[in-house]
């Protein structure tokens, strides 16, 4: 079992920068990837991000790369997902995720989510 809190969301004007945070607990942090998923208003919930379980090889949608940056502190059981130059489109609730089966399809398991708000 693996739970997963997010923090750090919020108001921010276009242009501006926010950094969210993912704790973990249950199962040992280093043993599995983790990611970050978005999803903003009428839309279906997308990928944004992903590192796997030593923070070695990271990926990004194309839409936030260059952008935002994931990370993972182990000793902290604690991921990041630093988020700069944003836009209002990067509006949305953005949740961590954990995948232990090896499929970014269908995560084992979510965080409630924060909220990410970017003003014009």
């Known amino acids: 079992q693996v739970q997963l809190a997010e923090s750090g969301g919020g108001l921010v004007q276009a242009g501006g920068s926010l950094r969210l945070s993912c704790v973990a607990s249950?199962?040992?942090?280093?043993?599995?990837?983790v990611g970050w998923f978005r999803q903003a208003p009428g839309k279906e919930r997308e990928f944004v991000a992903r590192?796997?379980?030593?923070?070695?090889?990271?990926y990004y949608a194309d839409s936030v790369k260059g952008r935002f940056t994931i990370s993972r502190d182990n000793i902290k059981s604690t991921a990041y997902l630093e988020m700069n130059s944003l836009q209002p489109d990067d509006t949305a609730v953005y949740y961590c995720?954990?995948?232990?089966?090896?499929?970014?399809?269908?995560?084992?398991?979510w965080g409630q989510g924060t909220q990410v708000t970017v003003s014009s």
């Open positions: 995720a954990a995948v232990l089966r090896g499929d970014w399809r269908a995560p084992d398991y």
């Open positions: 249950g199962r040992t942090f280093s043993t599995y990837p």
């Open positions: 590192i796997n379980w030593s923070g070695g090889t990271t």
